[in-house]
């Protein structure tokens, strides 16, 4: 069974930082790209970052020089730094399993002052 647990989220004023962190259970991590989505309330769920196997990375347009998404195969976790936040990355923050049906339950990231 493969399971993926998001933490990090929180409150952060617009301009702070926050860092996510997605572990994921079982020996399939190294084999997987994974990926950061978001959903903000009343919106469609939305690509914000992914990275390969191999640790090649692209990032939505609205996050990109702003995030950075990495992984650590050895802790099996993937990771999601986000700097200069700004209130509309105020979203429920998912990671995924790339290429098949595993998502985590997510974390919530509100920046506001």
């Known amino acids: 069974q493969v399971q993926l647990v998001e933490s990090g989220g929180g409150l952060v004023q617009p301009g702070g930082s926050l860092r996510l962190s997605c572990a994921v259970s079982?020996?399939?991590?190294?084999?997987?790209?994974m990926g950061w989505y978001r959903q903000a309330p009343g919106k469609q769920r939305e690509f914000v970052a992914h990275?390969?196997?191999?640790?090649?990375?692209n990032y939505a347009d609205s996050v990109k020089d702003r995030f950075t998404i990495s992984r650590d195969n050895a802790k099996n976790t993937v990771y999601l730094q986000m700097d200069t936040l700004k209130p509309e990355d105020t979203a429920v923050y998912y990671c995924?399993?790339?290429?098949?049906?595993?998502w985590g339950q997510g974390t919530q990231v509100t920046v506001s002052s």
């Open positions: 995924q399993m790339l290429g098949t049906g595993y």
């Open positions: 990275i390969s196997t191999r640790g090649s990375t």
């Open positions: 079982g020996s399939i991590f190294r084999l997987n790209g």
